[in-house]
């Protein structure tokens, strides 16, 4: 959106974003997906930082109407009631409703904005809110909604939707929505391409001292991993693709509210992650269905690929369940079985023969099938993965271009008359995503954002929701993301929590909560080092 003229205006829709409005025509959008176009006269924009738009002409415009004029002095309710006519109850809850369950008082006033409250978007504050156990409740898209910024406090947003001078809800609500305002900045920072200033842990709300030593309890704890790789083929069984012949000691990013805080090691070193890839392939996903290359993630993937390989008892493999490891997809990719039996093919790693479960019913962490996920991709999207994610995900995050994503040798396949690399979810079998710790840790805001990066959110929120999801048989499983809503693979931390892992061991770790992301690659996981550490990193904020 562009910045010319701007202010900030809570357009008071059910799920509706809420941002710059533009002195021009300029699209906005529900958060299901329904475009919306908002017109102002651009007189009202210049010189008014506090606006009250009850009485300003206001414009909306839906698809297949003739853009009706709201009413001057409009008022929630009747606003509500224009809105849904068009666009239907988007949210079986509105605000206004919310509101005035609470406090009746409340309905029938107009709206006066003051001030201009932080950079943020709903994805972001939206991955805060889960905590609270319901990611509907209007009053968590409301504020989690789009805003312009100028320095303001959040805590200003509460008072303007409060309003000053008006009746206010009972304690419990706003209560509820002060800890909320409050608990939420600054969250709008993002990192410029290529460089990432560094900046002292008291401007971000952290402890020096406590912080390193945090820093220092992650260097005594490296990982035992060969760094020559020596144990690879014993480990995982044979090698399909390259290995480097070496890699980095331990190293690692903390970064808080966007901003750098600390790093140790060499947090530049390119090196293979492992599984992490695999929510780098979720990455994708959500890239796939933004874009209409994937509808419905319950639609079996036979609807879209035809290449055979989801035939007979592979017919019901839908998309989610690939994304949560519960396919049960039988068959061989690139000459490694999905049932893992040959020593040989699969090393340390050999599994005993089990029988098949119906698609969604059974949890296996299998890289056949992950391998069949991503040449999945690759046929949906018509051109290579890494191709997909460089353009649409590293670019747009200001990523360095020193990342790779290695295919196998023998992973070349034809794509409309065209060869093209199918690449895998991991470095079991070689070759995978080789990527910097500074790299994976924009990766990581971009998903502690909830997919936003700036003012673009890059990926969809429902997505980043589902993806945040356990699933039904997993050990604490999203889309290809570890969770901790259990607080199994993090003790300590919040249920809120998440993170991408490989062996090695390679952590990207994500706090919502806490507005925290940390990468710590090459570690130790012996008596718990990692939630160890990242409770020290946690225990070193002081608000």
């Not at 809800?169 to 305002?181: E, F, G, H, I, N």
């Not at 939630?531 to 990193?537: G, H, Y």
Request: proline share 8%; charged share 20%; glycine share 10%.
């Amino acid at each position: 959106m562009t910045r010319e003229r701007t202010a900030w205006l809570w357009a008071l829709l059910p799920g509706v974003l809420v941002g710059t409005l533009p002195a021009q025509d300029s699209p906005w959008h529900l958060l299901e997906g329904t475009p919306l176009r908002c017109q102002v006269d651009p007189t009202l924009v210049r010189g008014k930082p506090d606006l009250a738009f009850a009485n300003e002409p206001l414009r909306f415009e839906l698809p297949g109407t003739a853009g009706k004029a709201v009413p001057p002095g409009i008022c929630w309710q009747q606003l509500m009631a224009f809105t849904e006519a068009e666009a239907g109850a988007r949210r079986a809850a509105s605000l206004v409703e919310y509101l005035t369950e609470k406090d009746p008082g409340i309905s029938d006033r107009t709206f006066v904005g003051k001030g201009s409250p932080q950079s943020a978007t709903a994805g972001t504050v939206a991955s805060k809110l889960w905590e609270y156990g319901d990611g509907d409740d209007p009053i968590v898209w409301h504020i989690a909604s789009q805003i312009d910024h100028d320095g303001t406090e959040w805590a200003h947003v509460v008072t303007a939707v409060l309003g000053p001078g008006q009746r206010q809800p009972d304690a419990d609500l706003r209560a509820r929505m002060v800890a909320l305002a409050t608990s939420l900045q600054p969250i709008g920072f993002v990192p410029p391409a290529g460089a990432w200033p560094r900046v002292e842990p008291a401007t971000v709300g952290m402890d020096a001292d406590r912080l390193a030593a945090a820093i220092a309890f992650a260097q005594q704890k490296p990982s035992p991993w060969p760094k020559d790789f020596a144990t690879q083929e014993q480990i995982f069984g044979r090698l399909l693709g390259p290995m480097p012949k070496t890699r980095a000691d331990t190293n690692g990013v903390i970064v808080r509210r966007g901003q750098l805080v600390a790093t140790f090691g060499d947090v530049t070193a390119v090196d293979p992650t492992y599984s992490v890839a695999k929510s780098l392939l979720a990455t994708v996903t959500a890239i796939a269905v933004r874009d209409g290359r994937i509808g419905d993630l319950d639609e079996p993937v036979a609807a879209r690929v035809h290449d055979g390989g989801y035939e007979g008892i592979n017919a019901k493999v839908t998309w989610r369940h690939h994304l949560q490891q519960e396919s049960e997809w039988q068959g061989v990719m690139f000459g490694k079985d999905h049932a893992f039996l040959d020593p040989v093919e699969f090393g340390a790693g050999v599994r005993k023969p089990r029988e098949r479960q119906d698609p969604g019913t059974y949890y296996e962490y299998n890289d056949v099938r992950i391998n069949r996920f991503a040449l999945s991709l690759l046929r949906v999207f018509g051109e290579p993965v890494p191709e997909v994610f460089a353009a649409q995900v590293m670019t747009p995050i200001g990523a360095s271009t020193t990342w790779r994503w290695i295919p196998y040798e023998n992973a070349i396949v034809d794509i409309d008359g065209k060869p093209m690399p199918s690449i895998s979810g991991g470095t079991r079998w070689g070759g995978g995503v080789h990527i910097s710790a500074l790299d994976l840790a924009r990766l990581g805001l971009l998903w502690q954002r909830g997919g936003a990066w700036g003012e673009r959110q890059l990926l969809p929120t429902s997505f980043v929701r589902a993806a945040l999801t356990p699933s039904a048989h997993g050990p604490d499983y999203g889309f290809l993301f570890w969770l901790n809503t259990r607080q199994q693979n993090w003790p300590g931390l919040p249920k809120t929590c998440f993170g991408a892992r490989g062996a090695g061991n390679n952590t990207v770790f994500v706090s919502p909560e806490h507005e925290l992301v940390i990468v710590w690659r090459w570690h130790a996981t012996e008596g718990g080092a990692d939630a160890t550490f990242f409770r020290m990193v946690v225990e070193a904020i002081t608000g």
